[in-house]
């Protein structure tokens, strides 16, 4: 199996941001983090992928999910 592009975008003080990339950290799942508190064009960037302002924002592959969503984490990394 290939290794996906995996890019999340996250802030510190954001819990499920942290759940998500210890969740992708236990999967052995390499991913680009990009803090949004840092990086005002993360920000930016992170809206235009999701249509949201929520985080996290995992983009797998061009897959979209917003929040940490297991079920669909997982099936994008399977896909």
Known sequence: ???????IYSADWCAFC???KDYLTKKNVKFEEKNVEQN???AKESVEKSGQMGIPVLDIDGTIIVGFDRPRI???LAA
């Open 1 to 7: 199996m290939s290794q996906k592009q995996v890019t």
């Open 40 to 42: 005002m064009e993360f």
């Open 74 to 76: 997982d099936a994008a």
């Open 18 to 20: 942290h759940a998500a």
